[in-house]
């Protein structure tokens, strides 16, 4: 009989999956039928189910800690924050959301999802598949390094957007957070974002050491 947990974490993986499909079908579909004007309506298009998933993901760390999943905890949890991160202010900064680079950034974190959910599926329902282990563990990581590339592009972008919103240094709300701050805090997590990126794919490359070996001597034990 199924247990809870192994019908609740497939029907998790599951619904990310179609998710994240349906979110690749339909920017390349708009982007073959509208060609570079669907770039700036991605965000309309998607935004809405790209933030539902991106939000359920935070329960990946619970997944984890609770050990229904069986990843690394630290990059996992720089990956799902990098990304929130990146989406709020997506959501907050509106002359951001029709930006070539937000089509992009989604496209390549929703191909990263593809890549992880299916494989995911098969681990839970106990056929795990030598190909899309390999696909999962080797893909990921280049397309993962240039997510990242792709997240420190935004936020430079960012950058000149903020600025012109500084309100005078005599306005009555000058002692409250301001544009200016937000500038500081943008450009601070630029280096932390570098930092996270780097701890991340040293950990990816020793958790595809990890299981591709796992799987060879899995493969040679059942020859024997």
Known sequence: MLSFR????FVYNLLQFCGHTWIVTNTIARILTFGKDALADTFYSVGFVMSLCQLLSFLELFHIADGIERARLLPRFIQVTEKNVLLVMVI???EMQSKPVVCLLFLLWNVQDLLRYPHELLC???RPSGAMLWTRYTLWIPLYTLSAATEGFTLYQALPIISPLTPPSNSVN???TTPTNLNFVLIG???LL???ASVTVWQLLKERRHHLDKWN???KT???
């Not at 192994?6 to 974490?9: E, S």
């Open 189 to 191: 997590y630029l280096p």
């Open 174 to 176: 000058s002692t409250v």
């Open 92 to 94: 907050l900064l509106e």
């Open 217 to 219: 001597k899995k493969k």
């Open 194 to 196: 570098l930092l996270g």
């Open 222 to 224: 059942k020859r024997k």
């Open 124 to 126: 839970v329902m106990d």
């Open 6 to 9: 192994i019908t609740y974490i």
